[in-house]
């Protein structure tokens, strides 16, 4: 079982930069990809970048080039760096761990809000 531990997110005006940090433990989290999603009310979570355990990043095209997503296996964390935010990025941000070979659960994190003053 893999447990997922957000921090960071908050309140910023448009144009700033937030963080957001994914600490993982157990459940080979070291062998996942990570992801990060996030959520407006009444709508469906909507995925933002994911980062495999080899490195390798994908962004979803509303914030490629804003955002950047990152690993520090040593300590099991994943950083998600978000540059020139808008109002549109507001949202409850979601950390996820993809299922993997003898594992097929999706693990997410609690949520945090980010939101993004205009």
Do not use: H, K
């Not at 908050?10 to 080979?28: E, N």
């Not at 490629?64 to 520090?72: L, T, V």
């Amino acid at each position: 079982q893999v447990q997922l531990v957000q921090s960071g997110g908050g309140l910023v005006q448009a144009g700033g930069s937030l963080r957001l940090s994914c600490a993982a433990s157990g459940g080979a989290n070291s062998v996942r990809p990570i992801g990060w999603y996030r959520q407006t009310p009444g709508n469906q979570r909507e995925w933002v970048a994911r980062i495999t355990p080899d490195g390798i990043t994908d962004y979803a095209d509303s914030v490629n080039g804003r955002f950047a997503i990152s690993r520090d296996g040593a300590n099991n964390t994943v950083t998600l760096q978000m540059n020139s935010l808008t109002p549109e990025d507001t949202a409850v941000y979601y950390c996820n761990a993809a299922p993997i070979m003898g594992d097929l659960r999706n693990y997410w994190g609690l949520g945090t809000q980010v939101t993004v003053a205009s």
